[in-house]
């Protein structure tokens, strides 16, 4: 079963508003990361945040991660039209290693309105 | 501008078609990934490599074939493909397999199969 599930699937407002998406996962983690994909490209690496870590910024982006929790969340401030995309977090296996590569979620996807 | 280029960008194939999938990346790194990005499912790791070697196999049917010849370099060789397999294939790089390493990707080559 997927690792990281992201929440809302879909997420639509105004531009200038602030947009929140959360991410939950299952297993115990090193790393977390939040990508970005715009329709028709490949994923963009946003933020990376330790499992040591409880919040880190980047520009307009705010991540935040809750490991009694198991959950994540990425804040986008102010947002723009550039901003509509799908969002995804992504998970390494957890403890000891394990597999190679990175699980992601379904993704949220964001619509900003003008 | 991607630091990872794949072709082709689309690709439609028969059944009993053989076609190759190309990827190249011009970041110096010394891990490849393969990903299959279907609609309404989670992004799926199929292959890992690392110095060329392959790591992980994610339990993908024998008709999807990688070759690695280098660091620079991955190839997905498709053969005898089912309808299922119509997807969007990913490619990404990082700078090793390790979990805090972002991965970059390529935009893809949308396959559809008739």
């Known amino acids: 079963s997927q690792q990281g599930e992201e929440d809302p699937q879909a997420l639509s407002i105004q531009e200038g508003e602030n947009a929140t998406m959360n991410c939950s996962y299952k297993t115990s983690i090193n790393n977390l990361q939040w990508y970005r994909q715009n329709s028709g490209r490949g994923l963009v690496h946003l933020i990376l945040i330790r499992s040591n870590e409880r919040e880190k910024h980047s520009g307009r982006l705010r991540v935040t991660l809750d490991t009694s929790k198991k959950s994540s969340s990425l804040l986008i401030t102010a947002s723009r039209a550039a901003d509509t995309a799908s969002y995804f977090c992504a998970t390494d296996a957890g403890l000891g290693g394990g597999a190679d590569g990175l699980t992601f979620g379904k993704g949220t996807h964001l619509i900003i309105q003008p | 501008e991607t630091g990872v280029t794949q072709t082709p960008r689309h690709l439609v194939m028969g059944m009993t078609n053989k076609k190759s999938l190309k990827c190249e990346q011009h ?88």
């Open chain 2, 27 to 114: 970041l110096g790194h010394n891990a490849m990934y393969w990903y299959k990005q279907s609609a309404k499912k989670p992004l799926e790791l199929m292959f890992v490599y690392n110095f060329k070697e392959q790591t992980e196999n994610n339990s993908v049917p024998s008709r999807f074939s990688p070759e690695c010849p280098n660091s620079s370099h991955l190839f997905l060789h498709l053969h005898t493909l089912q309808p299922e397999d119509s997807a969007l294939y990913l490619c990404a790089s990082s700078q090793g397999v390790v979990s805090n390493q972002p991965q970059h990707f390529g935009d893809g080559t949308r396959l559809s199969i008739l």
